[in-house]
């Protein structure tokens, strides 16, 4: 019997709640809270099981701290934006309650993101005798498990690890991202890092690609190197990762649209005054681009994640290739939402579960690849993201 409070009523924020609702041994009681408490009521209208929704500012701890107690949560899922993941921790370290996000915190008023303030929390967390699990989404997330099932199962040590993302979706509209667009166009437009040799290197923004023939039928795509947060844990946890990239599609059209958005300032987080008001140029961005949440019943295609790992095994170099194939179409059958948001929304539901079925415990701040993959990866298959092992020859894949 467990308490769970979501916090963010976005398109992650309801496949959560719907994923969490399917599950009642685990998730006896949800209760889904946000800015905008409609959003709540409309998700929970949605959903066959009765949830509790609730309005919260996640920026106001003392406000969180109060709904904490009162709907006794074991466990809070933090699926609002990265702005809001320090608040949400000082409430968890109030309450004494257990927390889970998907993605590393971020300040406003600054496009960087890294894990080090959150890591900061890990002696409060430890003694206070709670855990922390951060990044439980698909990337950071299942990316960070794949990786360390591979580590487990099939090296000895691990050499190289590329993360490669593929939306080949389609969704019709001019432009559109296919989650938070303040927060996708922020991490897209900085300049991009990659770690080599114990070092960490940078790259102008998206000023390198190369093809990578998906498989299953989705073929040769343009990939870009973008700096990603779990880069960052798994070359910490998993020291002798000699050379760590993250590689994304775009497609041309996505990109020429975010190259004229720059050029002329629209993506600027620098706030500037408009007839008399003080306006950031990419929140006024995000507010004429269209909801990711609304894209569901539009997208068509299917993702493709996975992580290119070499390494060497009983003494033999060796490669493996895991990933996902995520169907637009059938997660919005599912749970009126495209893959992105699924792919973010099932990984937040099943790191909960681990947390609360014990499968993975601990006191202090934690990543996805210090745990034991199996359980997570077992609950992968039976939730709606099935997993493969790439059988054909790895010879043509390399980067
Ligand atoms: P959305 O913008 O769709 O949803 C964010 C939700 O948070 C909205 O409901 C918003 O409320 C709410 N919110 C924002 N600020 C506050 C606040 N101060 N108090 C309470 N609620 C607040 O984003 P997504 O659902 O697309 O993304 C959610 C998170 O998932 C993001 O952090 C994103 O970075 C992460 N993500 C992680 C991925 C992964 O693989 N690890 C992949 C994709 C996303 P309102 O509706 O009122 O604006």
Partial sequence: MSRVLIIGAGGVGSVVAHKCAQVPEVFTDICLASRTVAKCEQIAAQIKRPIRTEQVDADNVPELVSLINDFQADLVINVALPYQDLHIMDACLETGTNYLDTANYEPPDEAKFCYKWQWDYHDRFKEKGIMALLGSGFDPGVTNVFTAWARKNRFDEIRTLDIIDCNAGEHGQPFATNFNPEINIREVTQRGKFYENGQWQETDPLSQSRIFDFPEGIGPRKIYLLHHEEMESLVKHIPEIQRGRFWMTFSDNYLNHLKVLEGIGMTSIEPINFQGQEIVPLQFLKALLPDPGSLGPLTKGRTCIGCLISGIKDGKEKSCYIYNICDHEQC????????????????????????????????????????????????????????????????????
């Fill in 332 to 399: 919005y059958q599912e749970v009126g939402s495209q893959a992105v948001s699924y792919t973010t929304g099932v990984p937040a539901m099943i790191g909960a579960m681990m947390i609360l079925t014990g499968k993975w415990q601990g006191q202090g701040v934690f990543n996805m690849e210090q745990f034991d993959p199996e359980p997570f990866m077992e609950q992968l298959n039976l939730h709606g993201l099935p997993w493969v092992e790439f059988a054909g020859d790895l010879e043509d894949m390399k980067l």
